[in-house]
């Protein structure tokens, strides 16, 4: 017996075949025991907030606190530091996010070529939600987040999580609550990655320059 028949075979055991009386049987997966660990330990709200700011830090990610008095503000200075001139701005943006901002406002079409979002300097979203135990921001398409590509191609991207609601604990949490139809994209830190030498290489996968603003009370 080759590899390859190993390999079909146990798949074969794994997922119940279906027969003339068993009708099309149950789909892949099940019965498959699911009593892993969902969440390491008990956390307050803030405490999770808190692992999930030190985990992004780790990655590398810069954190920024505010409420929603101060998110305008926030947002027109860290544009300012990085010296953008154009913001990508996805179309469900809530509009006083950057109504202290006087940037030149580039609205994700569905005809921009890579090209021409390669030359805007600063995208700003939302998120889905966020995981606190692997400092995992989410993306699902939604309206103030955009396509998967506006927050793929520009250099530099600022994403406001609102804090406490959007934060989980655990990927099983986050996988309970997220749609597995949307197009989701899952980034833990700038785009990075290591040749053989572990030499670290930024901007390769997406931006190198990730800002995450957890937005709550302070």
């Not at 921009?112 to 390669?118: H, S, Y």
């Not at 997220?178 to 899952?186: F, I, Q, S, V």
Request: aromatic content about 2%.
């Amino acid at each position: 017996m080759t590899s390859r028949d190993r390999i079909l075979a146990r798949i074969r055991r794994a997922v119940p075949q279906p027969g003339p009386d068993t009708g099309p049987g149950p789909g892949p997966g099940a019965g498959i025991p699911r009593d892993y660990l969902r969440v390491h330990g008990t956390r307050t709200p803030r405490e999770r907030v808190d692992l999930l700011a030190a985990n992004l830090t780790e990655y590398r990610a810069t954190v920024h606190r505010t409420d929603e008095d101060g998110l305008p503000q926030l947002l027109t200075r860290l544009l300012a530091e990085r010296g953008s001139r154009t913001v990508l701005v996805p179309p469900g943006l809530p509009p006083y996010w950057l109504s202290a901002d006087g940037r030149t406002r580039v609205h994700d079409r569905r005809a921009a070529t890579a090209q021409e979002l390669d030359r805007v300097d600063s995208v700003v979203t939302g998120c889905a939600l966020a995981v606190a135990e692997t400092g995992t921001i989410v993306l699902d398409g939604a309206p103030d987040q955009g396509r998967r590509r506006i927050t793929l191609i520009p250099d530099h991207h600022v994403c406001v999580v609102r804090v406490p609601e959007q934060v989980v604990d655990s990927v099983p949490q986050a996988l309970d609550r997220l749609d597995p139809a949307r197009n989701l994209t899952w980034i833990s830190g700038p785009s990075a990655t290591s040749d053989i030498e572990l030499d670290r290489v930024e901007g390769v996968h997406g931006p190198r320059t990730l800002e995450v603003v957890l937005l709550g009370a302070q």
